[in-house]
């Protein structure tokens, strides 16, 4: 395994711009998550795919928030005309079907909205 | 929905033992987790206790569990300099919850030699 991988790793955008964010999870992982993390908090969850299904959108998830998983194996996070509130770390984690209690963490994509 | 509460602070000296302790409020949580974080890192799950357990060890690491008090305490025996990070306790509700932990605001661990 690989891990789970995320890209890109940092983003800087102006406002108003629309940002793409994709998460590869772990070979086989059926579970795919999307958390945010801001400056100085713990992550807050935003939404959640079982294969390809989207099963939990949190009220943190704006209109301007969309999330695909197609093929039920990568992800991405979408962010239509960004805010400078959107400034945060965009973390992706994954868990398998045996184990889904256990979820692993890719290394985050940092967006700045200028 | 679930408030967890945690120092944001602890500093020890390496070789010390370290506790990170733990608050949270949904009793219904069923899988407690402990996770770790470094600087522009992403998280690495340390160790999780379900529900029914009050102790778990796991090598250098002890986690206590008092459901009563909703109480979670992380121990870390012989800290070393390596484990200088964000520390942050995760209560979720199990598959009930879909498995997805609600995060505290996470403890910094300064270890200084």
């Known amino acids: 395994d690989t891990g789970v991988s995320q890209d890109p790793r940092h983003k800087i955008t102006k406002r108003g711009q629309n940002v793409t964010f994709r998460c590869d999870p772990i070979?086989?992982?059926?579970?795919l998550y999307w958390y945010r993390q801001t400056l100085g908090q713990g992550p807050e969850f935003l939404t959640y795919?079982?294969?390809?299904?989207?099963?939990?959108k949190s009220r943190l998830l704006s209109d301007r928030f969309s999330a695909e998983r197609p093929k039920g194996s990568f992800s991405t996070l979408e962010i239509q005309r960004t805010e400078q509130g959107d400034s945060a770390m965009y973390l992706c984690?994954?868990?398998?079907?045996?184990?889904?209690?256990?979820?692993?963490f890719g290394p985050g994509t940092r967006l700045l909205v200028l | 929905g679930e408030d967890v509460e945690q120092s944001l602070f602890l500093s020890v000296r390496e070789g010390d033992s370290s506790v990170i302790n733990c608050t949270y409020t949904d009793s219904s949580s069923t899988y407690l987790y402990w996770y770790k974080q470094e600087p522009g890192a992403g998280l690495q799950l340390l160790t999780y206790?379900?529900?029914?357990?009050d102790m778990k060890q796991d090598q250098r690491l002890t986690v206590l569990l008092n459901k009563k008090d909703k109480h979670l305490s992380l121990r870390i025996a012989d800290t070393q300099t390596g484990d200088s990070a964000i520390y942050f306790c995760?209560?979720?509700?199990?598959?009930?919850?879909?498995?997805?932990?609600?995060f505290g605001r996470g403890t910094s661990l300064i270890v200084h030699p």
């Open positions: 206790i379900f529900s029914n357990m």
């Open positions: 070979s086989e992982h059926n579970r």
């Open positions: 984690a994954s868990s398998s079907t045996r184990r889904q209690e256990t979820q692993y």
């Open positions: 995760a209560p979720s509700r199990g598959p009930g919850g879909s498995y997805i932990p609600t």
């Open positions: 795919f079982q294969n390809e299904a989207q099963l939990e």
